[in-house]
């Protein structure tokens, strides 16, 4: 197997239906959550529908260039999500967020292996192989924030 399908099946197993490394993946874990808990705030922390932001934030911006396009976003706006007000709101954030997964990983298979090397946009980046398994990394520890949010907000609605 080539070492982008391998990274793309990393990027889907965090995602969208794996269970390789933490026994879960984040569509499992918030794909019938309501907002009400999404957007349950627990003292200062994120709250997960903001961590779903942040992760799609990064995964459309990188997919851009995967895309032969620019790098445009800002680490700076990268929490900047609008309000959810409605189930609407949440469920439509989440399919952009599984469309745009299922197109990043499609896009790191149509990576030819010899490109993994190359600067990505620019060198202080790093290389592609650096950036795509540093998305995996940031995918899968904000994974592990959202499981232990899920955990504190069913402990206080227990209490």
Not at 6 to 21: D, S, T
Not at 28 to 56: G, M, R, S, V, Y
Not at 120 to 148: D, P, S, W
């Amino acid at each position: 197997m080539r070492e982008t399908e391998q990274l793309a099946q990393r990027f889907r197993e965090v995602i969208l239906n794996g269970k390789w490394v933490t026994n879960t993946n984040l569509k499992e874990q918030i794909d019938q959550l309501p907002l009400a808990e999404a957007n349950e705030q627990i003292d200062n922390l994120n709250t997960i529908a903001l961590l779903c932001f942040h992760i799609h934030y990064y995964i459309k911006g990188v997919l851009q260039v995967l895309d032969g396009g620019t790098l445009d976003i800002k680490d700076k706006f990268s929490f900047d999500a609008p309000d959810l007000k409605s189930e609407e709101d949440w469920i439509s954030l989440k399919e952009e967020l599984w469309k745009d997964a299922y197109a990043f990983a499609l896009a790191i298979e149509k990576i030819d292996d010899s490109q993994l090397s190359n600067e990505f946009v620019k060198a202080e980046y790093g290389t592609y192989r650096r950036n795509l398994n540093g998305m995996i990394e940031h995918c899968y520890y904000h994974l592990g924030q959202i499981v232990l949010l899920k955990k504190l907000i069913s402990i206080k609605a227990k209490s």
